[in-house]
């Protein structure tokens, strides 16, 4: 042991080459030790609990996927594109007919007049839309700039016989396209 050493125990202490006795306790510094003050823990509850924090970011994310293949790419997986406009269809069972229902939207366009809008006479006619599926054929006229059209078409099922795709031929003016649409089972 050290002059500079204290014992850890309060007993007494000789340095070397002295007759005196030292007594040292470390009482106040032990009390002084047990009688800290509690302080909080630093940091936000997410620095301190990151397990926690990792899993909650994880759940976000999964969220946001969540909404983003619903709200954006299951509408767009339906869809196709014929000029400006976006053609979607879906197929209903009714009874002893099958309801195939197409939707044509157009897009407004910085070109084009705002969707509240009146419509203008004149040179600027709207097209037609022909929707034809197993014989039968409906014509509609096509929808304005940030507007939509559904046209429904009704087909038997004995047209249908067997078959697990309806193909349904549109066309817009002088465009045309191909909706092929799964027929649900019974």
Same mark, same amino acid.
């Given at each position: 042991?050290?002059?500079? %050493? !204290?014992?850890?125990?309060?007993?007494?202490? !000789?340095?070397?080459?002295?007759?005196?006795?030292?007594?040292?306790?470390?009482?106040?510094?032990?009390?002084?030790?047990?009688?800290?003050?509690?302080?909080?823990?630093?940091?936000?509850?997410?620095?301190?609990?990151?397990?926690?924090?990792?899993?909650?970011?994880?759940?976000?994310?999964?969220?946001? *996927?969540?909404?983003?293949?619903?709200?954006?790419?299951?509408?767009? @997986?339906?869809?196709?594109?014929?000029?400006?406009?976006?053609?979607?269809?879906?197929?209903?069972? =009714?009874?002893?007919?099958?309801?195939?229902?197409?939707?044509?939207?157009?897009?407004?366009?910085?070109?084009? @007049?705002?969707?509240?809008?009146?419509?203008?006479?004149?040179?600027?006619?709207?097209?037609?839309?022909?929707?034809?599926?197993?014989?039968?054929?409906?014509?509609? *006229?096509?929808?304005?700039?940030?507007? %939509?059209?559904?046209?429904? *078409? !009704? *087909?038997?099922?004995?047209?249908?016989?067997?078959? %697990? =795709?309806?193909?349904?031929?549109?066309?817009?003016?002088?465009?045309?396209?191909?909706?092929?649409?799964?027929?649900?089972?019974?």
């Amino acid at each position: 042991m050290n002059d500079d %050493e !204290r014992p850890l125990s309060p007993a007494p202490w !000789r340095k070397e080459g002295s007759g005196e006795l030292h007594f040292h306790s470390r009482r106040t510094e032990e009390e002084a030790a047990r009688c800290r003050r509690w302080e909080p823990p630093q940091g936000s509850f997410f620095r301190r609990n990151r397990g926690l924090a990792i899993a909650l970011i994880d759940v976000v994310v999964v969220v946001i *996927l969540f909404f983003i293949y619903l709200f954006v790419l299951r509408p767009l @997986a339906g869809q196709v594109r014929l000029g400006e406009y976006r053609l979607s269809g879906e197929i209903y069972h =009714l009874g002893q007919e099958v309801l195939a229902v197409v939707t044509v939207r157009k897009g407004a366009t910085s070109a084009d @007049a705002p969707s509240g809008a009146a419509p203008q006479s004149g040179p600027h006619l709207q097209p037609l839309v022909t929707v034809s599926a197993a014989g039968q054929e409906i014509v509609d *006229l096509a929808p304005g700039p940030g507007q %939509e059209r559904s046209i429904p *078409l !009704r *087909l038997e099922k004995n047209l249908l016989k067997g078959e %697990e =795709l309806l193909e349904i031929l549109v066309v817009i003016g002088g465009d045309e396209a191909v909706l092929s649409l799964k027929i649900p089972a019974d």
